[in-house]
Structures are given as structure tokens and as C-alpha cells.
């Protein structure tokens, strides 16, 4: 099979699976929606492995008046992406089949949303392959509208379809810049090639095209101030979309920054300074509030904030690099940020994935009604923690891996880059310390609250561990976290690879990494083997010295305290109450309670409740759409509902066109 006679097939065979699932049996659609899942993820993982093995990609589609020359351009950026979007699509796939039998009454609506996530599926992988501006906005528009489909399944809860509301709305403006871009080099180089924004970028200042580009990005990926569609969306789509959407979808505005930083020419400096500092005070800002949230889903949204910062430090790193001639450095922050997208979307999913089992069981968001779940659901709670300590960046995990990366070239940096650009890289080392102990502090809370203690209220029924074919997705996920973890140097010269293909200079570095960092990316692996090894041998000799005793279970002691309570244990909102009194000025509280004045000897009975408002929407994004309303409450004469005024309105803009064709102006 020639790659030419492929590109039929990445065209139709979407088109066939949507056809196919709403002809056959209803029992059957999830199922048939898998098959085209992998027909589809395995037609284009062919070309995407030879791409990244090999050279680039071409196949062209056709020639019209219009795009003028459509291909298929597959390179190894391309192919490492669409990699990432096959396996997390497969995974959301396979646990989504179980996850929607719940749903089973709702025949049409399922029908619909298995047909549009292949579409969902096959516009995000079009958008790792078009080349030409006027195609990729349209494949771009193809996979925020299907995502927003699959967002809004539940359309009959209000809150949800404003939640796909608002994301659709943030998407489109998202967009606009995109396309002000675009037609900004149409206009200069008359193409809307990739090829022409290379060419604009020789002969024009880079910064501004890039940050039109980096803006309309970035509401994808999830930098603030662009962010605020993320917790909204994340918490109202089904599990396994919320996967999806975290694993993927974001990285694709991560794959569009990358792909316009690969065609920059200059001003690496200040554009490097610029997205470190925008990514430092993302990552910051999204675990802050991340630890801070009580519905589980919205917590990891925020997280997702988070990681996106951390990517885009490592792309800024690799920026400074390239401005400074420093080859170790451009491959160490490109390698970390290419590295650490696939590391998030591994543990990132398997977080969704287990938190939709909980709410699958449980029916409720809210980790301040559970608790004890452990004993209940031994195999997701297992996933939880395991995801936890990844997102963390604890060994032997994958997150260890990427982090250590940007760590290592944070420090390079320090000693590199000049004495101009300390304090960024001082204070980058600090923010990714500080991150991730808040990401630590984030999942002690999330799992303890959960997964933890007893259960706080009485649920509906007696919650037990899901089914076979939703964890098989979750042990899939975790073998391949492992392998990142146990096997780090294969996927280092992956990333390195891809790097090497774009930045020349850095084609032969393998003498430019100093040994000690390829010295510790190898014993990363060793000791990871070594740790689980000892893990494992721990748990066989516990067990044969244990196996025979008995077992007796009894309450643990209350400090004297005979009749304990559930509502005494720790909560999610003690863990965090601290860090959001020091940080009241970001973290935003709106709480309901009369505090207890100091002359109040017997207080009344009180009753206490809040949540957290996210700082940039209140502040900023409800401020400017109120003022947005105020303003537009000006011209509701208009539309008075006076149909004699309606004509006139008519025969006037007739008469204005009249005039202005006699005169020319028109």
C-alpha cells in the first residue's frame, strides 16, 4: 500500500463509521464506534510512525481556485502528536462503552454522540496533518464544534449547555485571532502556506504575528488569562470526553504553538521571556485553584491549567535556547515540553477515567459527601492514587521524567544564559518547586477526602468497583506510564528526534548533552526497576507471614473519644483553608456564614456554605460583559417590535445603497 492510496481512506473512513453506526442495532453503536476508532487511529499511526522514524510526509489531496495545493503533510511534530491522539482516543473509546450504559434509555442521543466522536476524533488528527491556513481553520471550527457536541450530552441540565456554551463562545474567539493571523501573512506573502508564516518571519518582526497566533492557541491549551472554559467544560462532559479533551484537545493549542515556534527566525529572547513568564504564573495559578475546589472534576480541570504551564515553560526554555546558541538547552526544553504533553495525557485521562468511575457509582462530584471508597472500590482508588503520584512527579512514574528534564534545564540555564536572565530562571526553579508541592498537597486532599476515612453521607445505594471493561483502559494507561518511568532513555530519543528534525544546529547533539544528564535519564530507569522490585518484595513476604493469622477489624482510637462521628474527620476544605486565607487575594471565596463576633457567648445555630469564583472571571470577564450589556441596553429602541418601523428601517438601507451606487460610493 503506496501512502498515496491512504489518503482516500484517512478521508473516508470517518465518514463510513458514522454511516455504519446509525444503520446497525442500537446494543451494537458503541461498539462499532471502537472498530472505527482503531481503523482510523491505526490508517493514520501507519504514516505517523514512518514520519517519525523517517523523513516527512506529502500527500497531496487536490488543487482548486480556492485553498489552491491541499496535502497531507505528516512530519515527525505531526506524527508525535497524532500518536498521543490515537492512543487517548482509544482508551476514551473503550472506557466510554462502559461508562454510557448508564445512559442506555437515551437511544438517539447516544447515537449521535458515538457518531460525533469519530468525527471529534479524525478533526483533531486533520489538524496535526493541514498545512494550508484556509484548511486548517475549517478542520480547527470541525473539532471545537464536535467537541462541544460531545460536551453538551447532557443538553437538558441547564448548567451543562451553558458550560458548551461557553466553551464554544471562548473557541470562536479563539479563532477570530487565529484567522486575523492567517490573513495578516496572506496579505504579505499572498499564501496561506505554513511555508509563507516561515517566509513572513524572515523579513518581518516576529513578535506580533506570534502572539496573535500564541493567543488564539492558547484559549485552546488553557493559558490564563484564556483559561475559563476549562473547568466549566471538563466538569459537565462525560468522563470519558473529559479524558479526551484533557488528554488531547488542549495539546492541540500546544501543537500550534510549537508548530509557529519552529518557523520563528528571531526576537527568541524576549518571546522566550514572555512565554515562560505567562506559563509560570498558568502553572501557578491553576493548582492553586486546583487545590482549592471540592468537585473532583473542576480539581483536575484546574490541574490540567497547571500542566499546561509547565509544557510552556519548557517551550519557552527551548526558545531562550535557540535566542542564546545553546544547543543542550534548546533540546532539553523542547524534549521536557514534547515529553511531558505525553506524560499528561497518560496520567491525565487515567485521572478523568477514575474519577468517572467514582461518579458513575456515586452520583455526586462533591468529595465532601464521600469517603471510605477504598473499601469499596480498591481498583480505582489504586488508579487514583497511582495518577496522583504521577501528576506529582514522583518516581517511578512518568512525571518524574519530563519534570527532571525541565529541572535539568532550568539549571542549565541558570549557568547559561546570561546574568540578564537569572532571576526568570531563579524564579522558574522556584514556581516548579512550588507547583508541584501544591500538586502533592492537591491529591493528599483529593484522594484522602475520596478514597479515605468513612463515608460522610448516606448514599443513594452501596457503591462497588466498576466494570471489567472500564478498568482494562486504566491498567492499558498505567502499563505505558510505567514504561515512560522504567524506560525513560527510548522516550528522550524520541523527543530528541523531533527536536533535531527542526532546530539543524541541533542535529548531531548527542555529544552537546552533557554526560551526566544522559547518565541520569538511564539511572532514572534503573532505580525506578530497583524500587518496584523492593515494592513488590515487601508485599510477598508481608503476605506469607500474614496469610495465616487472623484478621480482626475495630475502630481506631478517638484520643479518649468513644462515639465518633463521620462529620469529625478531616475534609477537602480543611486541607486547603490555609493556603486560601494566605492567597485570599487570588483564590476568591464567597462564602455564606455569620462569623461568630468575640462578644457572642452562646452562639445561635449556624449554617455554613461556599464555593471559590475563578479570579479572572470574576474580576475581569464578568466585568467587561457587564459593561458589554450596559452599553448595548443603549440601542434597545431598535427592536421595538413596531413592524411600520421595521419597513422603514428596509426602504432606508435601500435608499443608502440607491445614493451610494449614483455617487460611487459603492
Given at each position: 500500500?503506496?501512502?498515496?492510496?491512504?489518503?482516500?481512506?484517512?478521508?473516508?473512513?470517518?465518514?463510513?463509521?458514522?454511516?455504519?453506526?446509525?444503520?446497525?442495532?442500537h446494543?451494537?453503536?458503541?461498539?462499532?464506534?471502537?472498530?472505527f476508532?482503531?481503523?482510523?487511529?491505526?490508517?493514520?499511526?501507519i504514516?505517523?510512525?514512518?514520519?517519525?522514524?523517517?523523513?516527512?510526509i506529502?500527500?497531496?489531496?487536490?488543487?482548486n481556485?480556492?485553498?489552491?495545493n491541499?496535502?497531507i503533510?505528516?512530519?515527525?511534530?505531526?506524527?508525535?502528536?497524532?500518536?498521543?491522539?490515537?492512543?487517548?482516543?482509544?482508551?476514551?473509546?473503550?472506557?466510554?462503552?462502559?461508562?454510557?450504559?448508564?445512559?442506555?434509555?437515551?437511544?438517539?442521543?447516544?447515537?449521535?454522540?458515538?457518531?460525533v466522536?469519530?468525527?471529534?476524533?479524525?478533526?483533531m488528527?486533520?489538524?496535526?496533518?493541514?498545512?494550508?491556513?484556509?484548511?486548517?481553520?475549517?478542520?480547527?471550527?470541525?473539532?471545537?464544534?464536535?467537541?462541544f457536541?460531545?460536551?453538551?450530552?447532557?443538553?437538558?441540565?441547564?448548567?451543562?449547555?451553558?458550560?458548551?456554551?461557553?466553551?464554544?463562545?471562548?473557541?470562536?474567539i479563539?479563532?477570530?485571532?487565529?484567522s486575523?493571523?492567517?490573513?495578516?501573512?496572506?496579505?504579505?506573502?499572498?499564501s496561506?502556506?505554513?511555508?509563507?508564516?516561515?517566509?513572513?518571519?524572515?523579513?518581518?518582526?516576529?513578535?506580533?504575528?506570534?502572539?496573535?497566533?500564541?493567543?488564539?492557541?492558547?484559549?485552546?491549551?488553557?493559558?490564563?488569562?484564556?483559561?475559563?472554559?476549562?473547568?466549566?467544560?471538563?466538569?459537565?462532559?462525560?468522563?470519558?470526553?473529559?479524558?479526551v479533551?484533557?488528554?488531547?484537545?488542549v495539546?492541540?493549542?500546544?501543537?500550534?504553538?510549537?508548530r509557529?515556534?519552529?518557523?520563528?527566525?528571531?526576537?527568541?529572547?524576549?518571546?522566550?521571556?514572555?512565554?515562560?513568564?505567562v506559563?509560570?504564573?498558568t502553572?501557578?495559578?491553576?493548582?492553586?485553584n486546583?487545590s482549592?475546589?471540592?468537585?473532583?472534576?473542576?480539581?483536575?480541570?484546574?490541574?490540567?491549567?497547571?500542566?499546561?504551564?509547565?509544557?510552556?515553560?519548557?517551550?519557552?526554555?527551548?526558545l531562550?535556547?535557540?535566542g542564546?546558541?545553546?544547543?543542550?538547552?534548546?533540546?532539553?526544553?523542547?524534549?521536557?515540553?514534547?515529553?511531558?504533553?505525553?506524560?499528561?495525557?497518560?496520567?491525565?485521562?487515567?485521572?478523568?477515567?477514575?474519577?468517572?468511575?467514582?461518579?458513575?457509582?456515586?452520583h455526586?462530584?462533591?468529595?465532601?459527601?464521600?469517603g471510605g471508597?477504598?473499601?469499596?472500590?480498591?481498583?480505582?482508588a489504586?488508579?487514583?492514587?497511582?495518577?496522583?503520584?504521577?501528576?506529582?512527579?514522583?518516581?517511578?512514574?512518568?512525571?518524574?521524567?519530563?519534570?527532571?528534564?525541565l529541572?535539568?534545564?532550568?539549571?542549565?540555564?541558570?549557568?547559561?544564559?546570561?546574568?540578564?536572565?537569572?532571576?526568570?530562571?531563579?524564579?522558574?526553579?522556584?514556581g516548579?518547586?512550588?507547583i508541584?508541592?501544591?500538586?502533592?498537597?492537591?491529591?493528599?486532599?483529593?484522594?484522602?477526602?475520596?478514597?479515605?476515612?468513612?463515608?460522610?453521607?448516606?448514599?443513594?445505594?452501596?457503591?462497588?468497583?466498576?466494570?471489567?471493561?472500564?478498568?482494562l483502559?486504566?491498567?492499558?494507561i498505567?502499563?505505558?506510564m510505567l514504561?515512560?518511568?522504567?524506560?525513560p532513555?527510548?522516550?528522550?530519543?524520541?523527543?530528541?528526534?523531533?527536536?533535531?528534525?527542526?532546530?539543524?544546529?541541533?542535529?548531531?547533539?548527542?555529544?552537546?548533552?552533557?554526560?551526566?544528564?544522559?547518565?541520569?535519564?538511564?539511572?532514572?530507569?534503573?532505580?525506578?526497576?530497583?524500587?518496584?522490585?523492593?515494592?513488590?518484595?515487601?508485599?510477598?513476604?508481608?503476605?506469607?507471614?500474614?496469610?495465616?493469622l487472623?484478621?480482626?477489624?475495630?475502630l481506631?482510637?478517638?484520643?479518649?473519644?468513644?462515639?465518633?462521628?463521620?462529620?469529625?474527620?478531616?475534609?477537602?476544605?480543611?486541607?486547603?483553608k490555609?493556603?486560601?486565607?494566605?492567597?485570599?487575594?487570588?483564590?476568591?471565596?464567597?462564602?455564606?456564614?455569620?462569623?461568630?463576633?468575640?462578644?457572642?457567648?452562646?452562639?445561635?445555630?449556624r449554617?455554613?456554605?461556599s464555593?471559590?469564583?475563578?479570579?479572572?472571571?470574576?474580576?475581569?470577564?464578568?466585568?467587561?460583559?457587564?459593561?458589554?450589556?450596559?452599553s448595548?441596553?443603549?440601542?434597545?429602541?431598535?427592536?421595538?417590535?413596531?413592524?411600520?418601523?421595521?419597513?422603514?428601517y428596509?426602504?432606508?438601507?435601500?435608499?443608502?445603497?440607491?445614493?451610494?451606487?449614483?455617487f460611487?460610493?459603492?
Amino acid at each position: 500500500m503506496t501512502y498515496s492510496s491512504l489518503a482516500p481512506l484517512i478521508l473516508l473512513l470517518p465518514i463510513a463509521g458514522m454511516i455504519s453506526i446509525s444503520l446497525v442495532p442500537h446494543s451494537i453503536r458503541d461498539k462499532v464506534n471502537f472498530v472505527f476508532v482503531v481503523l482510523i487511529a491505526a490508517i493514520t499511526s501507519i504514516p505517523a510512525v514512518k514520519a517519525l522514524t523517517g523523513t516527512s510526509i506529502d500527500i497531496l489531496i487536490g488543487n482548486n481556485v480556492v485553498f489552491g495545493n491541499i496535502s497531507i503533510h505528516i512530519d515527525k511534530l505531526s506524527s508525535w502528536f497524532i500518536l498521543i491522539i490515537n492512543l487517548t482516543c482509544i482508551n476514551g473509546a473503550f472506557y466510554g462503552m462502559g461508562y454510557m450504559k448508564t445512559y442506555g434509555q437515551q437511544k438517539a442521543n447516544l447515537s449521535m454522540h458515538w457518531i460525533v466522536f469519530l468525527l471529534f476524533q479524525s478533526s483533531m488528527l486533520w489538524v496535526c496533518m493541514a498545512q494550508n491556513g484556509l484548511a486548517f481553520l475549517i478542520v480547527w471550527e470541525l473539532m471545537s464544534i464536535s467537541s462541544f457536541l460531545l460536551v453538551i450530552f447532557e443538553h437538558k441540565n441547564n448548567a451543562t449547555l451553558r458550560a458548551g456554551i461557553n466553551y464554544l463562545v471562548q473557541m470562536h474567539i479563539g479563532v477570530l485571532f487565529l484567522s486575523a493571523a492567517f490573513i495578516w501573512v496572506y496579505f504579505s506573502e499572498g499564501s496561506f502556506e505554513f511555508s509563507a508564516i516561515g517566509k513572513f518571519f524572515s523579513s518581518n518582526p516576529n513578535v506580533w504575528l506570534f502572539f496573535l497566533f500564541f493567543a488564539g492557541f492558547g484559549i485552546k491549551a488553557g493559558f490564563i488569562p484564556l483559561h475559563s472554559w476549562l473547568p466549566q467544560a471538563h466538569p459537565a462532559a462525560p468522563s470519558h470526553i473529559s479524558g479526551v479533551m484533557s488528554g488531547v484537545i488542549v495539546k492541540l493549542g500546544i501543537y500550534g504553538i510549537l508548530r509557529m515556534v519552529f518557523l520563528l527566525k528571531q526576537d527568541y529572547m524576549v518571546i522566550g521571556e514572555i512565554v515562560i513568564t505567562v506559563s509560570l504564573l498558568t502553572g501557578f495559578y491553576g493548582i492553586l485553584n486546583a487545590s482549592v475546589h471540592r468537585d473532583f472534576k473542576k480539581m483536575l480541570a484546574y490541574c490540567t491549567i497547571e500542566n499546561i504551564g509547565i509544557i510552556g515553560i519548557g517551550i519557552g526554555l527551548g526558545l531562550m535556547g535557540i535566542g542564546r546558541g545553546n544547543n543542550a538547552l534548546i533540546i532539553l526544553g523542547f524534549a521536557g515540553a514534547l515529553l511531558h504533553t505525553l506524560n499528561h495525557s497518560l496520567f491525565k485521562s487515567l485521572l478523568f477515567f477514575s474519577a468517572g468511575s467514582v461518579y458513575q457509582q456515586t452520583h455526586t462530584r462533591d468529595m465532601e459527601k464521600l469517603g471510605g471508597l477504598i473499601h469499596r472500590m480498591p481498583q480505582t482508588a489504586m488508579f487514583f492514587l497511582i495518577g496522583g503520584m504521577a501528576i506529582g512527579g514522583l518516581p517511578p512514574f512518568n512525571g518524574f521524567v519530563s519534570e527532571f528534564l525541565l529541572y535539568y534545564a532550568v539549571l542549565l540555564g541558570i549557568k547559561s544564559v546570561g546574568i540578564v536572565y537569572i532571576t526568570l530562571m531563579a524564579f522558574s526553579l522556584a514556581g516548579l518547586a512550588l507547583i508541584g508541592g501544591i500538586s502533592m498537597l492537591t491529591f493528599t486532599k483529593g484522594f484522602g477526602t475520596i478514597f479515605l476515612g468513612s463515608p460522610r453521607t448516606a448514599l443513594l445505594r452501596q457503591p462497588e468497583e466498576v466494570s471489567l471493561g472500564m478498568r482494562l483502559p486504566q491498567y492499558f494507561i498505567l502499563t505505558i506510564m510505567l514504561s515512560v518511568g522504567l524506560f525513560p532513555g527510548f522516550y528522550f530519543s524520541v523527543v530528541n528526534e523531533i527536536v533535531s528534525g527542526f532546530i539543524p544546529a541541533t542535529s548531531s547533539t548527542g555529544m552537546l548533552i552533557p554526560p551526566s544528564l544522559l547518565n541520569g535519564i538511564s539511572s532514572i530507569g534503573r532505580f525506578g526497576v530497583l524500587f518496584l522490585l523492593v515494592v513488590v518484595l515487601i508485599y510477598l513476604l508481608r503476605n506469607s507471614f500474614t496469610r495465616k493469622l487472623p484478621v480482626s477489624t475495630g475502630l481506631t482510637w478517638g484520643c479518649g473519644y468513644t462515639a465518633p462521628t463521620p462529620r469529625m474527620q478531616y475534609t477537602g476544605k480543611s486541607f486547603s483553608k490555609s493556603l486560601g486565607k494566605l492567597l485570599h487575594f487570588v483564590i476568591i471565596e464567597k462564602p455564606k456564614y455569620k462569623e461568630i463576633s468575640a462578644g457572642e457567648i452562646f452562639p445561635a445555630k449556624r449554617t455554613h456554605s461556599s464555593h471559590y469564583n475563578d479570579f479572572f472571571v470574576t474580576k475581569v470577564i464578568d466585568r467587561i460583559v457587564d459593561r458589554l450589556l450596559y452599553s448595548l441596553n443603549y440601542f434597545k429602541f431598535i427592536q421595538n417590535g413596531n413592524i411600520q418601523l421595521y419597513i422603514l428601517y428596509g426602504a432606508f438601507f435601500i435608499l443608502l445603497i440607491f445614493l451610494g451606487t449614483i455617487f460611487n460610493f459603492i
